[in-house]
């Protein structure tokens, strides 16, 4: 049980990050840092007790599996992450050169 | 972005064939061992992205290769589609993505059906995508200047 | 006929792939194949409409329920589905149409279409799914082509905004995961037809608790993708600064595919519905109704007030949704509550077309004039007789002046309300669409009436393709007030409605219990 609170704790760190600090890169790595916590969470999920690989190999037909659901859903979750933080990095390089600073304190055009 | 040492140029020389064909070894086992289409496509693009960091910014060989990544990926893409979309045709039944070829026997290399050809094109797709991302964010095409 | 579902995702994800290869080799193909696919998409919605009755559904791969435990993932169409697919390929047909001559204003022409195109697939995909990690993933990629179309022309604003949306919505995605998580750690399957039995079926001490986090969880997460209330904050930014085509895609699908349609899906069909969660969500779109409106009074650039009427009107959904909710839950009179759902889904019909037209009208005022701040133009509607018409058309039926579409979904939202008892909904309500009439009538006056600068003098009409998408935009405008006729009402919205109020039988027919 503690282990879902650790994980929670992590999601909340990475919240943190992306509230209160004001570089844009660390903006990115906060959002990274919470995409990791929801994919452990989810593995956390599917452990069954002494359960071994989900893969049936010649001679283990039988033995006892983890879920493997869960493991499916966070290939496509890690996939979707790298696609998010590719484009948020692309976005990031742009902002600098248009605006020649990171802070996010200093690009404020659009108001009101 | 300027090269590194002769050292570290020749090694990364000996080196990424292997890392190369590790990864082609994870796509083609993927239904045998863990891994598959995703983990070994990054792999492959990883002795891409491998030689570039050695090597430098060379600019005008990694636009052109730019553009053959770029038609590496949707090919695959369609690939993909394409063997999904025969399971309409040839099966019995018209259901899209149906597991049509032969299922073989349990742990040999060519068994499972359909599934070593899709995880190949996934895998192709993968290494694509990710070194495109790597030379996009490398290469910043200057426009300001027009 | 139940094969032909998954062509709505197959159809625009391999032209965008083809487009990606040829459009390189043979020149302007993108923007040949792009409306010729658009309008297949149009054909099949209407083939579907007509031709079909009650709920189909297929199983990707073929594999039969074991043991009564569905295991395929499913594709699922029904009244509802059918009424979304038509707001998403009418709109996104006349958005395209449109940016074959507003795109020429970009170096990197070809790749707009392929975004478009991949943006359009996210979105069919997810009307059509049938369990909760498909929805995910096709969510995914539609927004993520849609924050890459808004970063589109690569100025200042527009990757600002882009950045702003990014963040937002990525922790909004974020949170709906670890909402899927939570879901799947208690009910051991990803079906919404199964979840739904099991949530239903399920006794066990605390079962209550979960129901409300969960639910909570779901309207944070998706009531970001919808801009409900407090989190409404990215809209303006993001719906200004687009490219105008975009913007009407954005503020009239994308937020009702992404954002309305999987909370409308989810808690009538997955939930149990509850007291308090049904007054959360309506009390939710009376605020945002309302903060939409005020904040939107005191803009003078055009897009961005446009944008906090979006907020508003998203507000009218909900709320005649919410209240559909509130009677359900209380046991009152089940035809009170199918009136003012009908008319919930209608204003979601409505706004995509009218909304639809009001962005595209800025964009041609912005491709002829440069500027989009009120105070500096003026006295457009000598030279551009197309744009003020469609503008003053759809003016009016935002604000709700009969005999446009907007007049009779508004009336319907507002005679539910008074017949299930809720007076207070029905004033506001009111009140906004007075206040909406004041905001609209400001805008036609200082773009359209008045005196002509002298530096506008030698601007034109709008080329072909983009005058075509406003006439027949502003010709639908007016159509679609025939939906309230009963023959014309039980082809589109009956179905819709009836998927809702008799929402045990979504998982009868997929289950086959």
């Known amino acids: 049980m503690i282990l879902y609170i650790l994980c929670f704790i992590l999601f909340l760190i990475g919240l943190y990050g992306v509230v209160s600090k004001r570089n844009l890169i660390k903006i990115i790595i906060g959002i990274a840092i919470m995409e990791y916590s929801i994919n452990l969470f989810f593995i956390m999920i599917g452990y069954v007790e002494g359960g071994t690989a989900p893969i049936i190999t010649k001679g283990f037909e039988q033995a006892k599996f983890v879920d493997p659901l869960p493991q499916a859903m966070i290939l496509t979750s890690i996939v979707i992450g790298l696609a998010t933080t590719a484009l948020l990095l692309a976005v990031a390089i742009r902002l600098y050169k248009k605006y020649g600073t990171f802070d996010i304190n200093d690009i404020k055009d659009l108001k009101g | 972005m300027k090269g590194m040492t002769i050292i570290v140029k020749k090694i990364t020389q000996i080196i990424c064939p292997v890392i190369f064909m590790f990864g082609l070894y994870i796509i083609i086992h993927g239904h045998l061992t863990p891994g598959g289409g995703f983990a070994g496509g990054v792999i492959m693009a990883g002795a891409f992205i491998l030689q570039i960091l050695a090597n430098g910014n060379i600019l005008s060989g990694l636009r052109k290769e730019e553009h053959n990544l770029e038609f590496m990926e949707s090919a695959a893409i369609l690939g993909f589609l394409i063997i999904a979309g025969l399971g309409l045709l040839i099966s019995g039944s018209f259901v899209f993505f149906s597991n049509f070829l032969n299922k073989g026997e349990l742990g040999n290399l060519i068994s499972a059906g359909i599934i070593p050809i899709e995880n190949i094109v996934v895998g192709a797709e993968v290494c694509a995508a990710v070194a495109t991302i790597f030379i996009a964010l490398v290469v910043y095409k200057d426009e300001e200047k027009k | ?182 879901i799947y750690w208690n009910t051991g399957t990803l079906n919404i037809a199964d979840i739904s039995r099991q949530l239903l079926n399920n006794s066990s001490v605390g079962i209550d608790v979960f129901i409300k986090f969960i639910s909570v969880l779901l309207i944070a997460g998706f009531g970001l993708k919808a801009a409900i209330f407090p989190f409404h904050s990215w809209l303006p930014d993001a719906h200004s600064s687009a490219p105008s085509p975009i913007s009407a895609m954005l503020s009239g699908v994308l937020i009702k595919a992404v954002g309305i349609y999987i909370i409308i899906r989810l808690f009538f069909n997955m939930i149990p519905l509850s007291y308090e969660l049904s007054m959360t969500i309506t009390v939710l779109g009376t605020v945002s109704m309302i903060v939409g409106v005020l904040l939107a009074i005191g803009q003078w650039d055009f897009k961005r007030l446009l944008a906090y009427h979006s907020i508003s009107q998203m507000g009218y959904v909900i709320i005649g949704v919410g209240i559909g909710m509130l009677i359900i839950t209380k046991g009152g009179d089940i035809k009170i509550a199918a009136l003012s759902i009908g008319g919930g889904l209608f204003h979601m019909l409505n706004h995509s077309i009218f909304k639809g037209l009001l962005f595209l009208n800025a964009g ?57 008892g809720y007076i207070w909904i029905a004033f506001f309500a009111v009140l906004v669409s007075v206040i909406t009439l004041a905001s609209f009538t400001k805008i036609l006056k200082y773009v359209f009436f008045g005196e002509l600068h002298t530096k506008y003098e030698k601007i034109k009409e709008v080329p072909f393709s983009m005058s075509f998408s406003m006439i027949l935009l502003s010709i639908l405008c007016l159509a679609l007030s025939l939906l309230v006729i009963p023959e014309v009402r039980t082809i589109f919205l009956k179905p819709a409605v009836d998927v809702l109020i008799n929402s045990a039988q979504y998982s009868i027919n997929i289950l086959g219990i």
């Open chain 3, 1 to 182: 006929m139940n094969s032909l579902i998954p062509l709505f995702v197959i159809i625009p994800l391999g032209c965008a792939f083809m487009m990606s290869i040829l459009g390189r080799v043979i020149k302007n193909f993108n923007k040949i194949i792009t409306p010729i696919f658009m309008l297949s998409l149009v054909w099949l919605t209407f083939h579907f409409i007509i031709n079909s009755e009650g709920s189909l559904n297929y199983r990707v791969g073929g594999f039969e329920a074991v043991n009564g435990v569905p295991i395929a993932i499913y594709m699922v169409m029904d009244g509802l589905t059918k009424l979304v697919l038509l707001i998403i390929s009418l709109v996104g047909f006349l958005a395209i149409f449109y940016s074959l001559s507003y795109t020429t204003q970009y170096t990197a022409e070809s790749k707009f279409y392929v975004l478009f195109s991949l943006m359009i697939a996210g979105m069919n995909g997810i009307v059509i799914s049938g369990d909760i990690f498909n929805i995910f993933v096709f969510l995914e990629i539609a927004a993520i082509s849609s924050y890459a179309l808004v970063a589109f022309g690569v100025e200042k604003h527009q990757l600002e905004a882009s950045f702003k949306y990014q963040v937002l919505g990525g922790i909004a995605s974020l949170v709906i995961l670890l909402t899927i998580g939570l």
């Open chain 3, 364 to 420: 041609a005022i912005e491709y002829r004039t440069n500027t989009r701040n009120l105070k500096k133009l003026g006295g457009l509607s000598s030279k551009m007789p197309i744009t003020s018409g469609s503008s003053f058309v759809a003016s009016m039926a935002i604000s709700g002046i009969p005999p446009f579409n907007g007049f009779f979904s508004k009336v319907i939202i507002i005679i539910a309300a008074v017949q299930a």
